[in-house]
Nanobody
Framework: QVQLVESGGGLVQTGGSLRLSCAASGRTFSGYAVGWFRQAPGKDRALVAR????????VYADSVKGRFTISVVNAKNTLYLQMNSLKPEDTAVYYC?????????????????WGQGTQVTVSS
């Protein structure tokens, strides 16, 4: 059984920082595409950042470029999202995910396993 457990969400002020963690059990992140997504009330789930299966491609949403960093520590089998300079528009439920099989991670439908979500709220 593959399980992703997220932590690190919370309430912060504009300009603050949070680091989200996603610990995997049941399989490694290594060799599979990984990503972070977020969903605000009334909005579709959207890509925040991802790393391709090859590990050669990292993609960020334009809205978070320069502020967020996605990383994987394979020795800990943990995916991270470092979020700096947070803005109220970053408020959302954040989900980590890893892709099925050999999918590259370029499409939302590539992702098979999802975390439970963690709330990030940025106050103004």
């Amino acid at each position: 059984q593959v399980q992703l457990v997220e932590s690190g969400g919370g309430l912060v002020q504009t300009g603050g920082s949070l680091r989200l963690s996603c610990a995997a059990s049941g399989r490694t992140f290594s060799g599979y595409a990984v990503g972070w997504f977020r969903q605000a009330p009334g909005k579709d789930r959207a890509l925040v950042a991802r790393i391709s299966r090859s590990g050669l491609t990292t993609v960020y949403a334009d809205s978070v470029k320069g502020r967020f960093t996605i990383s994987v520590v394979n020795a800990k089998n943990t995916l991270y999202l470092q979020m700096n300079s947070l803005k109220p528009e970053d408020t959302a439920v954040y989900y980590c995910a890893t892709a099925a099989g050999t999918y590259s991670g370029g499409s939302l439908s590539d992702y098979e396993y999802w975390g439970q979500g963690t709330q990030v709220t940025v106050s103004s």
